[in-house]
């Protein structure tokens, strides 16, 4: 049986947990398996669930919600406990505004009393610093917005349950077709998909997820220095999404000011050169952690670049950030994804993306 931890919310470019799983079973090595880029969290989870110490990181509040509240998750009293709290604690008199700007869309996003129920649990949720806030946080997350029409675990308007549409499409979208917010009562949502999740019982392992850009690995994670001998990772890919943009309502919930019009980085997942730059930095922020010899495994993809040169490249960037002599053991999988998310939900122009799998050995 799948465990109910794994789809505790729905998350953009995801490898499945059957992808670790098939590594975890061929490595040959036992120590602490880490993901540098560990979005929602399936390497570190799987990882626990097998018996195997293990850790990551993301810069992103969202991944490291999810991931965190998987890989170090509060008994299922301690989180009835907590949302038995938040509801008396909350004020129904209480008239919180909308963010500025973006009035028309929360207005049409939310209904007026689910709208005030989010609100009082985005500014009492101490999702940094308490694994049960955290964990009901993360649960918050993938109720936050869904398609509501087909079940009643979502707290907004229809929308996609992976990414958040921008404001203006979403009011043009629901007026055209007629959609109002349904009236949903978010302490009931949680209680019960806190009962669905906690069906199957979490992993007897716990692992630590830092909010952290990869480049710092090593430095936030002194406790495993010179033990990571497993590595199962898949680095953001080049020219395929703005991440923040797409998660910008989750973020919002999370603390951050509304936003979708977030401002570009520095490039380095859209201009080639910059790209390779920073993997190679992000594998050199892997080097204290680092044991003798370490199996890793990359899924990565472009639009732009095939196959040959992302080998030879990966190849580079790993002996060069890492200094270790770096052996290609497989040159594994390719997959054509011709179905992105971007062309699902944005109505673009079909186009696809090869995603290929690389196994390295670093002695």
């Known amino acids: 049986m799948r465990h109910r931890f794994h789809s505790i919310c729905p998350y953009f470019a995801m490898f499945p947990e059957t992808f670790v799983e098939k590594h975890l079973a061929t490595t040959q090595y036992n120590g602490v398996v880490f993901d540098p880029f560990c979005g929602r969290g399936t390497t570190v989870f799987e990882s ?6 293990a850790a990551g990181c993301d810069i992103h509040p969202v991944a490291a919600c999810i991931s965190g509240a998987k890989s170090d998750s509060p008994t299922m009293r301690d989180v ?12 129904v008199s209480v008239e919180p505004q909308y963010p500025h700007g973006l009035e028309t869309f929360f207005d049409a996003c939310f209904d007026w009393h689910t709208y005030k129920q989010i ?32 079940s009643p675990n979502y707290f907004s308007n229809r929308m ?5 549409t921008k404001p203006a499409y979403s009011v043009r979208w629901w007026k055209k077709n007629g959609h109002v917010p349904p009236s949903r009562n978010v302490f009931a949502i949680l209680r019960h998909v806190n009962a669905y999740r906690f069906r199957t019982p979490p992993p007897s392992m716990q692992g630590r997820i830092v909010l952290s850009d990869a480049r710092r690995a090593g430095e936030q994670f002194p406790e495993i220095k010179g033990q990571v001998t497993d590595i199962i990772t898949s680095p ?21 000011t509304a936003s979708s019009n977030q401002p570009h980085d520095d490039g380095r ?14 594998w050199k922020g892997l080097r204290p952690l680092l044991a003798d010899e370490v199996r890793m495994v990359v899924r990565i993809g472009s639009r732009k670049l095939k196959k040959p040169e992302m080998s030879q490249r ?14 290609l053991l497989d040159g594994g999988v390719t997959t054509l994804v011709k179905r992105t998310q971007a062309n699902t939900f944005r109505g673009s122009k079909a186009s ?12």
């Open 48 to 53: 626990l669930i097998r018996g195997r110490a």
């Open 80 to 91: 009835s406990a907590r949302l038995d709290t938040l509801e008396e604690t909350f004020d």
């Open 119 to 150: 609100m009082h649990l985005r500014a009492q949720l101490a999702w940094q610093a308490h694994r049960t806030d955290r964990f009901i946080a993360a649960l918050c997350l993938g109720a936050l917005h869904g398609e509501s029409h087909r």
């Open 160 to 164: 996609p349950r992976t990414i958040s």
């Open 236 to 256: 953001p890919y080049l020219d395929t999404t703005n991440y923040r943009e797409d998660q910008w309502l989750r973020l919002w919930f999370l603390g951050e």
């Open 269 to 282: 997942h859209y201009a080639v050169e910059r790209y390779w730059t920073f993997l190679q930095e992000a």
């Open 314 to 327: 990966l190849t580079e960037t790993l002996s060069e950030g890492t200094g270790r002599l770096v052996q």
């Open 352 to 363: 696809s993306i090869e995603e290929h799998d690389f196994c390295f050995i670093l002695s």
